[in-house]
């Protein structure tokens, strides 16, 4: 059985220009997660990040990207699109992992802290951040 889904998640910058990852399955990650019965994916988006982190007072940016990636569940094989956003909050709000989605940490990265961790992650969270953030300089 094949299932697909949609999601919405957020690369999010604070007031210091740092972006917050979330430490998730044994690498680091973006927030992002499925998308509610009627649900614009926006809402997804902010929502979904705000709950895997603790964090209120998301300001939503522009799109970025979609992203396709395929996990199983049970004998199910599931192929989730992830609609991503740029996201802003002001100053640097403090992140608490939502531990019951097995989120083991999240925390705010300068630009080459966090492409030194995402570069150790999944393809398309690494082609997803590269694509989002050309064009700027390591910190």
């Known amino acids: 059985m094949v299932k697909i889904v949609d999601a919405?998640?957020?690369?999010?910058?604070n007031g210091f220009g740092e972006f917050l990852l979330i430490y998730r399955n044994g690498r680091w990650d973006l927030p992002k997660g499925?998308?509610?019965?009627?649900e614009a994916l926006a809402d997804t988006a902010l929502r979904e990040v705000g709950e895997e982190c603790g964090i209120g007072t998301i300001m939503l940016g522009r799109f970025i990207a979609c992203t396709w990636h395929s996990y199983w569940v049970d004998t199910d094989v599931v192929f989730k699109q992830t609609h991503w956003y740029y996201m802003y909050v002001h100053e640097k709000p403090i992140?608490?992992?939502?531990?019951?989605?097995g989120?083991?940490?999240c925390g705010w990265f300068s630009f080459a802290e966090a492409w030194a961790r995402i570069n150790q992650s999944?393809?398309?969270?690494?082609?997803?951040?590269?694509r989002a953030t050309q064009g700027l300089a390591p910190a």
């Open 34 to 38: 499925v998308r509610d019965d009627g």
């Open 103 to 105: 989120i083991e940490m």
């Open 122 to 130: 999944y393809p398309s969270i690494r082609w997803l951040f590269r």
């Open 95 to 101: 992140p608490s992992p939502q531990t019951e989605e």
């Open 8 to 13: 919405g998640g957020g690369l999010v910058q």
